[in-house]
């Protein structure tokens, strides 16, 4: 299999350019403007899988974006991969802080810019060269199955009926996604958990009408105001978020796990100083900046708005004000719960002046991989062929929700082997992928084809 290199290094310039043609297709699932796209990058997947040989190819439509699927099937004592990964990408906004337009791809210091390089379309394609490169070698060792979604970025929210309704054609013995990070390039690691989301907007309403914040101002609670007061008290000075009944389901891990995760190695001033940061903060006092992002669960304003934000001054005092809010996850927290306990508690703490609405968006529960599985240790034995090094298993804080969703429908376990890096900036301005990523992914798969057929 050392060919497998060989042939990766000898289709470097085509990889990307196939690669590139695909993110310049703003597959935006989040902005209706962009629907006519989401289907333009599936249209190019099922193609891509068509000249790849693979069978039942089919764009399957959803009340949402479509779902691509396609599998290749050697033979049914042969064990199934089948591999999640998604096209959809996140709206690019702030536009003007890009260095480079982001469905423009551009190479630079041995990286690909553009949104969606590495989220999650650089690590899907990965899975594809792969299979290009099995077929080279000759039979594939495993049969292999693609689903690949257009919703992942907006919830997945059609893809647990799909799942239901596709139980036989999605039957498999691992499902393997490449959608997270590794700790860095010379430090292999595999994801063994992602967090659960309650993901929530909330509107804050005053005074029926915008008012001149003289005339008014003082007699008149601001919505902005109150709405500030409101999402400042969901969090104590230790940190703890207030809302009632929301740690009852944590659980929390074992001091020999600590201790386990505190041998990760990570540098807090490079963290900081990546992000230009002079101090972390943000989440509970006891608990250090890797397990506040991974092992505890969160609440996060990812938007607020209201009042007046165009150009100069205008004295207004505004009618209403609202925010979009996650809270990130741990077992055993039940999304659905959670979402109502934060609906009550946050109708509970609104003061008369204003009148409060909570309306849920999508959620999710946490997923947790067991080091000890067969996908696990196929997957590590991959690393460690390519890289030279044994992965370490990490938990990270963000989200897929359709992983816990594989485990409860199809019975199945997952393996994360993502191949992308936290400085990536996903979801960021200036979204990048390292070519070393990328092509040590599609060098790595195969190993884990061959590697879980041995095993079983
Ligand atoms: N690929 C990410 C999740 C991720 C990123 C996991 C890095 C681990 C490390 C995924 O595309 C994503 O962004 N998920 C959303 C889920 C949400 C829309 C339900 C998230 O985490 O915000
Ligand atoms: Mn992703
Ligand atoms: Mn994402």
Redesign the pocket.
């Known amino acids: 299999m050392t060919a497998t290199r060989d042939f990766v290094q000898a289709n470097r310039d085509r990889f990307l350019e196939e690669l590139i043609a695909w993110l310049r297709i703003p597959s935006i699932s989040a902005d209706s403007a962009y629907k006519g796209d989401v289907v333009k990058a599936a249209d190019w997947l099922v193609e891509k899988m068509e000249a790849l040989g693979m069978s039942r190819v089919e764009k399957y439509a959803t009340p949402g974006h479509p779902i691509v699927y396609a599998e290749k099937i050697i033979d049914d004592t042969r064990p199934t991969i089948l591999v999640y990964g998604h096209y959809d990408v ?1 709206p690019p906004d702030p536009m003007n802080l890009w260095n480079s337009p982001p469905f423009e791809p551009v190479i630079k210091d041995e990286k690909i810019y553009a949104r969606g390089a590495c ?2 379309k650089g690590q899907v394609y990965m899975h594809v060269k792969a299979i290009e490169a099995l077929n080279e070698e000759g039979e594939l060792p495993c049969n292999v199955k693609f689903i690949i979604e257009g919703e ?2 907006v919830g997945s929210v059609n893809l647990e009926s799909f799942i239901k309704s596709y139980k036989d054609m999605l039957a498999a013995d691992i499902i393997l996604v490449s959608d997270t990070s590794m700790i860095a390039n010379d430090t292999p690691s595999i994801t063994v958990a992602l967090r659960g989301m309650s993901y929530v907007e909330v509107e804050v309403v005053g005074p029926n009408r915008d008012l001149h914040s003289g005339v008014y101002g003082g007699a008149i609670a601001n919505p902005v105001n109150v709405l500030c007061e409101m999402i400042a008290s969901l969090k104590d000075a230790t940190g703890r978020i207030t809302v009632d009944g929301f740690y009852d389901k944590v659980i929390d891990l074992s001091a020999e796990d600590r201790a386990e995760m505190a041998k990760q190695p990570f540098d807090l001033s490079a963290y900081k100083a990546e992000l230009g940061i002079a101090a972390t903060g943000g989440g509970e006092d006891g608990y250090t900046p890797l397990e506040r992002s991974s092992i505890r669960p969160t609440l996060d304003v990812n938007g607020i708005w209201g009042g007046y934000i165009g150009e100069g001054a205008k004295t207004v005092l505004p009618s209403k004000a609202a925010a979009k809010i996650s809270m990130r996850l741990v077992p055993d927290q039940d999304p659905d719960e959670i979402t109502a306990l934060f609906k009550a508690h946050f109708e509970k703490i609104a003061p008369d002046t204003v009148k409060v609405s909570v309306h849920p968006h999508h959620g999710g529960k946490a997923a947790m991989v067991s080091t000890r599985s067969a996908g696990y240790q196929a997957a590590a034995r991959a690393m460690e062929t390519t890289f030279g090094k044994t992965p370490i298993p990490t938990r990270e804080g963000g989200s897929i929700p359709i992983v816990a969703l594989f485990k409860e429908v199809l019975g199945l376990e997952t393996v994360l082997m993502g191949f992308g890096l936290h400085s990536d900036a ?2 960021s301005p200036n979204e990048h992928y390292g070519i070393f990523n990328y092509l040590k992914g599609i060098e790595t798969i195969p190993y884990f084809h061959k590697y879980f057929a041995e095993s079983k």
Request: glycine residues 0%; charged residues 55%; hydrophobic residues 15%.
């Open positions: 996140q989220d999650d992942e970025e996903i979801h």
